[in-house]
């Protein structure tokens, strides 16, 4: 039972108010809605008192009438602390800092991308300066190139240090610092390059002024106050970070980082940031077309023609079959399951992929063991990285795992009293002490620098560790069968180390396709739950919405009564997946083959869409309303920017016209999106807790939708005047309780209802102070989300037997083991423009002595012959990994499926 924290009174300006005593004046100031300026002050990153713009007047008691100058965020909260925020000589004191730092920012306010959306901006009226004395020369600085995502003003900069704090001491980041010489400080790179850590892209918005912009906005440049927006959630991997979405003229704009306390918090990663071009393709299918043979052109088709068609493939005499999609909504599978049936019904993935993530839900759904967001990640004091790369397959996890490092260095912090939020001499005292954090992967890993042990080994090895380390945690577990004495002995060390923690963490997932893996991973819990231990576990899953695919009945891809020889199939329904990405193409063709009918519903040209019969334009995320499920079962709301138009629709609204057309007796009340995620929570009760959390489309606040835009939004009137003189109406949005306009109101939505950050004198994204009910805390009402599953009461805790698979590599054969990447293994970011000036050619990662067996060395080209594929790929020379093992990129733009791991040779060109 959580014990409630002991309050302080201090006096604000002749007020009484109660406060935390761990925060800062800040940070408290902040939390009562009381304005104070400042700039290098950040929640997640703490106090360093470099700025000194936020200044207040601190009285020793109530008998001092002089008082004097002190840093606020830098001043901890007291009993009977007594202080003025809106003393002269404070306001005087904040009112010169900003005129000092104003001396040489450059006059181009009109210009800058950070334009009405600037901290600096909003700080510089807050303190009440409006007039330039200062009439010399400015100092001035070279630009740098820093890649695809962000562009470099240095003259704008005002030396706040934000942007080295995040990128190296937070992100981890080497490759962007400080440089000075007298009186000049540059923030940049030694060289012109691209930023290389995952999340530059939270310079952006870390930044409070325009030093660091999007500069995939600059190529579609809209102010910021004419941007329509949406609350919305990341589609790029299985964590389910929050996002805003902005939409001007029918095409997205930006993607920013939205708050959730409980997930992302302030940031979210460059995929996640950049990865949303793909939706303003202009190869995007927007109009449904009909290929009338298997290799005919495709040509469009109205929907009097269309409907006639669908009339004939779908009648109730016809067998049909549903492929739904882990990319897809929870809505759009169930109205899938609700056309075909579930025995009619798959799942969309490969059979292995399909056996893990099932093993994976249903444990935690019936085991008592946590499985923590991301915030409760940070708070972890022993970590084990069991077989996946964190960073490539879930790099938010990735991040949360470099702020848990700090657990244990500011436990001795407490201890000399050193608040949480006095970064500097926290970082001090910590030095290089960290709190334990164990890695188990093939090759190496970003994450190597905070880990105490590093454990470099095949797939069955790593296994074998796992299983070693519940053996050592609980007799009843079983042991890995292993002699290694070197792998035995670090078990034992990993296990003292979980057994020891107040909140240990075990990370695992299916990157690496090794049921043993898992198996290990969850052993492990199960030996640290048996122990008393206050365990979380953490699994990464491959797309953002497997956990809710997992959830659905239904069946694999593979099953052999869909891949088998059995009996044709009438019609068959693929949504939003390109099946070429889940089997080999071998089977995928039989499948189109033995299918009279094939319908896709889809917004990217893939190997699939070219397959189909019949094709139809399906809404991207940002044109649709739906939810997803992340890694750790939170179930999460995404809502539409941008209004479709023609043919697009939303996929749950396709295949409620096919119900209609297959079966005009049965009557669909599927009017509203409400509707079909009504039915949804009442046909499989595991989505009960949806119909509470959710606000309906007919949620109203004083009468009044929330609006998508803020009070700011101009040029409504003239936007179409091209096409006509007069003012169009306004869109409705009747599936959600937002409006496609400025009207409504705008205060205080629903945290899950937030589409952008915006009070009067707040116009940057520092407007989040006012959402939260206090910096770094929850948002007001609490987080977006809903969790599904809960722990599970305590029971008996049967282990999985052990039975590491062993692939028998033979003479002049390599293991072959995927590697992913950041940039490139997603298939939705991989279509965006800027990412794909990120993504490497396809390669092969092996050890020195495998590449001198077959003479090549690094940038040379090989030909991998691998389950009867053959694939010529660039070779890349790796340190750690072992000899004998192999890491193949996968699921690059271009590249087939390849069933790994799996044994391979290589051929020399």
């Known amino acids: 039972m959580s014990l409630e924290v002991s309050m302080v009174k201090i006096t604000i300006d002749g007020k009484y108010y109660e406060a935390k005593p761990e925060k800062n004046l800040l940070e408290t100031c902040l939390s009562l809605g009381i304005d104070i300026p400042h700039f290098c002050f950040h929640p997640a990153m703490g106090s360093v008192g470099a700025c000194r713009l936020c200044a207040v007047k601190k009285f020793r008691d109530k008998d001092d009438t002089k008082g004097r100058i002190v840093m606020s965020c830098m001043e901890p909260v007291t009993e009977g602390l007594i202080v003025s925020v809106d003393d002269p000589e404070a306001k005087a004191f904040r009112a010169s800092i900003i005129e000092s730092l104003m001396t040489n920012h450059p006059h181009d306010c009109p210009v800058c991308d950070e334009g009405g959306e600037c901290h600096l901006q909003d700080m510089t009226v807050m303190t009440g300066h409006n007039y330039r004395r200062y009439d010399f020369p400015k100092r001035t600085y070279n630009n740098q190139e820093l890649g695809p995502f962000i562009s470099h003003e240095m003259n704008r900069c005002i030396q706040c240090y934000r942007c080295v704090r995040f990128y190296r001491d937070y992100a981890g980041g080497k490759d962007l610092n400080v440089f000075a010489s007298r009186n000049n400080v540059y923030f940049g790179r030694h060289e012109d390059g691209p930023l290389e850590n995952e999340f530059s892209g939270n310079l952006i918005e870390v930044c409070p002024t325009g030093v660091f912009t999007d500069k995939t906005l600059s190529k579609h440049f809209t102010r910021k106050w004419d941007l329509s927006n949406a609350p919305s959630v990341c589609v790029h991997c299985s964590v389910g970070c929050n996002t805003i979405i902005s939409e001007r003229y029918g095409s997205l704009r930006r993607i920013m980082s939205r708050y959730n306390g409980a997930v992302n918090g302030y940031f979210i990663c460059d995929r996640g940031r950049f990865g949303y071009e793909f939706i303003n393709d202009e190869k995007r299918i927007k109009t449904a077309q009909i290929r009338s043979n298997k290799d005919g052109i495709a040509e469009p088709v109205d929907n009097e023609r269309l409907f006639a068609i669908l009339d004939q493939s779908l009648s109730k005499d016809k067998n049909i079959i549903g492929i739904g999609s882990p990319r897809a909504s929870l809505e759009s599978n169930f109205a899938l399951i609700s056309l075909v049936g579930r025995e009619n019904f798959y799942h969309g993935i490969s059979k292995k992929e399909f056996l893990l993530t099932k093993t994976i839900s249903e444990f935690l759904q019936n085991k008592s063991v946590r499985t923590p967001s991301l915030k409760q ?9 069991l077989g996946e790369d964190l960073t490539n397959t879930a790099p938010m996890i990735a991040l949360a795992l470099r702020q848990a490092t700090r657990n244990v260095p500011d436990e001795e912090a407490k201890k000399k009293g050193i608040p949480s939020w006095n970064d500097a001499p926290l970082r001090v005292l910590a030095q290089d002490a960290r709190s334990p954090v164990f890695i188990a992967t093939p090759f190496i890993d970003s994450l190597d620098v905070i880990a105490e042990s590093i454990f470099r080994a095949t797939p069955q090895d790593i296994a074998n560790l796992g299983y070693s380390i519940a053996q050592k945690l609980d007799d009843r577990a079983p042991d890995s069968n ?16 979980l057994k020891n923690a107040k909140n240990p963490l075990i990370i695992s997932g299916i990157s690496y396709g090794d049921e043993a893996i898992i198996h290990a991973a969850l052993n492990i819990t199960m030996a640290l739950l048996s122990n008393g231990s206050n365990v979380m576990l953490s699994m990464v899953l491959p797309e953002c919405n497997s956990m809710g695919l997992s959830l659905l009945p239904g069946k694999s891809f593979e099953d052999a009564d869909l891949l088998g020889e059995n009996k044709e199939i009438d019609t068959l329904v693929v949504l939003e997946n390109d099946l070429f990405r889940r089997a080999d193409e071998n089977s995928v063709n039989e499948l189109f083959k033995k299918s009279r009918q094939v319908i896709v519903l889809d917004h990217l040209s893939n190997r699939t869409t070219q397959k189909a019969d019949i094709l139809l334009p399906a809404a991207t995320y940002a044109g649709s309303e739906g939810t997803i499920v992340n890694n750790e079962g939170r179930a999460q709301r995404y809502y539409k920017a941008i209004e479709n ?6 996929s749950w609204q396709w295949i409620r016209d096919f119900i209609k057309v297959r079966d005009t007796n049965h009557i669909v009340s599927w009017n509203r999106f409400d509707d079909i995620a009504d039915s949804l929570a009442n046909e499989l009760p595991l989505f009960s807790k949806l119909k509470n959390y959710m606000p309906g489309a007919d949620f109203r606040m004083l009468n009044t939708k929330i609006p998508r835009q803020t009070i700011r939004y101009s040029g409504r009137t003239a936007m179409n005047a091209n096409i006509a003189v007069s003012e169009t109406k306004l869109s409705q949005d009747h599936d959600s309780p937002l409006a496609f306009s400025m009207e409504g109101q705008p205060e205080n939505p629903p945290s899950s209802l937030v589409p952008f950050y915006w009070v009067p004198g707040w116009n940057s994204v520092q407007a989040m102070y006012n959402y939260l009910d206090e910096p770094g805390g929850s948002m007001k009402g609490g987080d977006p989300g809903v969790r599904l599953f809960e722990s599970a009461e305590e029971g008996n805790h049967i282990y999985f037997k052990h039975k590491a698979q062993i692939t028998v590599v033979q003479k002049d054969e390599w293991l072959i083991v995927p590697v992913y990447q950041i940039f490139g293994s997603d298939e939705l970011s991989s279509a965006s423009t800027s990412i794909l000036q990120r993504i490497h ?14 003479t090549v060395k690094d940038g040379d080209t090989v030909q991998l012959e691998i389950l009867k594929i053959k694939l010529k790929v660039k070779v890349k020379i790796g340190k750690s990994i072992v000899q004998g093992l192999a890491g193949l990129s996968v699921n690059l733009p271009g590249m087939p499926f390849i069933d790994i791991p799996g044994r391979g040779k290589f051929h020399k060109l």
């Open 841 to 854: 050619e396809p390669f092969v990662l092996m050890n020195k002595k495998d590449a001198d067996i077959i």
């Open 482 to 497: 292993t002699e290694k004495k070197d792998l035995k002995d670090l078990a034992g060390k990993i296990a003292l180390s």
């Open 645 to 650: 138009k023609n043919q697009i629709k939303e």
């Open 377 to 385: 990640i940070e708070k972890a004091d022993a970590i084990l990285v």
